[in-house]
């Protein structure tokens, strides 16, 4: 039996770490694949988070933000994506980054101290195309090797209209993002502390919500990857436009999960079955809590202590978050965003490395 099918987990997920220069365009090295999702964030200094795809039409300069409800292209408060610095090429082993009219804030300034950026980038399959799987046809670009799919389509409004991910072996998380004009990003799991019709939302603090037909049509994603809509706006608006980022677990490699925290600084541990390289957390159970974004490279020892917030622009903050193991990650602190006493949390993490090998060997250790 297999233990994985991936043995380099950096094929399919890296993160990149950079200082900016200021230059106006910049190839930035290292990712150690050609990526089809780049998501950035400026460290030092309040920013937007962005993400940029090799899917939409002008993905790469057309940024996505995922603390404000702002369309493709714009950030609440900051303009254009292209105004402050955009990606501008997809390349073999990483992507250019361009300056913007004004700045390269978002991707590449160079101030005094010097401003350091971190991306996390994903392999999916190049511009993708057409899927008929569902009611409306997609654009799918999809590798059903690491579980992640990158889906675009264009609404009817019509409840109970399906559209196809290209995951053929399901989908464990997902999150829409309309294109066209402001919205908030659901966040849908298929965990079962979550279920059909209830979601959160990557860019506020709520709790879930739901269950609502509104959102999926009460109708869990099926096991070929195709997910249902229902009539929210966010969703489903007749003529808007859409893109979809679909994640499976893969042994080995990636895993969605849940946990409930004790509430002590000797916290609750989570097995991965290998080493996290990424770790994103948020409670379900409870307002007013934060996404969490801990990565292995940022952190390079435990206690893992910079930790960035996915719905904020905020820059790093620096406190006791997690220690990351050969095989999970356990939590270190007794924050209400991580770690309240009888809270439920979900995650979604991707490995440095395997705990076991395809080959049956064991993997190096943190």
Not at 10 to 22: H, I, K, P, R, V
Not at 164 to 185: P, Q
Not at 291 to 301: A, E, G, K, V
Not at 325 to 352: D, L
Request: with cysteine; glycine share 10%; aromatic share 12%.
């Amino acid at each position: 039996m297999a233990y994985t099918s991936i043995d380099k987990s950096d094929e399919y997920f890296n993160t990149l770490l950079w200082s900016g220069d200021g230059t106006s365009s910049r190839s930035l090295t290292g990712v150690n694949f050609q990526p089809d999702l780049v998501w950035i964030k400026r460290r030092d200094n309040p920013a937007s988070h962005v993400l940029f795809d090799a899917v939409r039409t002008a993905g790469s300069t057309k940024g996505i933000a995922t603390n404000t409800t702002a369309q493709e292209g714009l950030t609440a408060t900051e303009g254009t994506t292209a105004n402050y610095g955009y990606v501008n090429s997809f390349d073999s082993d990483g992507f250019t980054v361009n300056a913007g009219a004004l700045s390269s804030a978002y991707v590449n300034q160079s101030t005094d101290p010097v401003e350091k950026y971190v991306s996390w980038n994903w392999l999916a399959n190049g511009a993708g195309s057409s899927n008929t799987d569902g009611d409306i046809t997609s654009t799918v670009s999809v590798n059903t090797t690491s579980g992640f799919s990158i889906t675009t389509y264009t609404a009817t409004g019509t409840a109970g209209d399906t559209v196809g991910t290209g995951m053929s072996s399901g989908i464990d998380l997902y999150f829409i993002k309309r294109r066209d004009v402001a919205e908030s990003i659901p966040v849908m799991t298929s965990l079962p502390n979550m279920g059909a019709g209830k979601y959160l939302y990557f860019n506020v603090t709520n709790d879930v919500a739901g269950p609502s037909s509104a959102f999926d049509n009460q109708v869990a994603p099926t096991s070929s990857g195709v997910i249902t809509l229902g009539t929210l706006s966010t969703v489903n608006a007749s003529g808007g436009t859409y893109v979809c980022y679909a994640f499976k677990s893969i042994k080995g490699f990636s895993k969605i999960g849940s946990y409930v925290g004790n509430g002590s600084t000797d916290g609750t541990f989570v097995y991965t079955g290998f080493k996290p390289a990424f770790v994103l957390i948020k409670c379900s159970s409870a307002s007013a809590t934060d996404w969490q974004l801990i990565d292995s490279t940022r952190s390079t020892f435990n206690v893992c202590n910079l930790r960035l917030q996915p719905n904020s622009s905020d820059p790093e903050a620096g406190s006791d978050t997690i220690d990351i193991y050969s095989n999970g990650f356990k939590q270190r602190n007794t924050f209400g965003n991580f770690n309240t006493s009888g809270a439920t949390y979900i995650y979604m993490a991707f490995a440095e490395n395997p705990l076991v090998s395809s080959t049956g060997v064991p993997c190096t250790a943190r």
